[in-house]
């Protein structure tokens, strides 16, 4: 079953814009990823945040989780043309175990 | 270049062929993970290794068989495979327990006719 969902499936900003991406999870968790994908190719690990941490920042992203709502948001702020792409949340339920991944965003940011 | 190789990158056979799906990582990795995207469909874990040893195969059909000959390297053998095997096939590796996360590699685009 998926541990992740995302929410919105799809999101259209304008550049320069605030992008939020949501993602809720069923079961505890030793942390959650979040990950990026530009059409066709590979994921990109972009940020790791750990049960025990409720707010992470690298750069123009800000990830935020909620342990108690089992739900996490990714902030993409100053959003660029080069951003878009499709956004993925996984969960590690244990240390050493695998990542689940959720159905992802796919986000475009109009020049 | 990420560390993690795959290929071919894409790759076209018909459903009575058997071909190989290479992955290759140098990045000192102790774990290494198939993954199946199709469209429309969250990413499904196929295989996980770790140290070699297989831990997980999550009820993959038997035409799909991975083989992991040692730590840098892991590949998937496919044989009398179905057009719904058609999906963007994804190799990923990582350092159990450092908390990390996945390193991929750019994926085999699979397409059966």
């Keep these: 079953s998926q541990q992740g969902e995302e929410d919105p499936q799809a999101l259209s900003i304008q550049e320069g814009e605030n992008a939020t991406m949501n993602c809720s999870y069923k079961t505890s968790i030793n942390n959650l990823q979040w990950y990026r994908q530009n059409s066709g190719r590979g994921l990109v690990h972009l940020i790791l945040i750990r049960s025990n941490e409720r707010e992470k920042h690298s750069g123009r992203l800000r990830v935020t989780l909620d342990t108690s709502k089992k739900s996490s948001s990714l902030l993409i702020t100053a959003s660029r043309a080069a951003d878009t792409a499709s956004y993925f949340c996984a969960t590690e339920l244990n240390a050493g175990n695998m990542l689940t991944f959720g159905g992802g965003t796919r986000l475009m940011v109009k020049p | ?104 590699g750019s994926g085999t685009r699979l397409t059966v006719v």
């Design chain 2, 1 to 104: 270049e990420t560390g993690v190789t795959q290929t071919p990158r894409h790759l076209v056979m018909g459903m009575t062929n058997k071909k190989s799906l290479k992955c290759e990582q140098h990045l000192g990795h102790n774990a290494m993970y198939w993954y199946k995207q199709s469209a429309k469909k969250p990413l499904e874990l196929m295989f996980v290794y770790s140290l070699e040893e297989r831990v997980e195969n999550n009820s993959v059909p038997s035409r799909f068989s991975p083989e992991c000959p040692n730590s840098s390297h892991l590949f998937l053998h496919l044989h009398t495979l179905q057009p719904e095997d058609s999906a963007l096939y994804l190799c990923a590796s990582s350092q159990v327990a450092r908390g990390h996360g996945y390193t991929f």
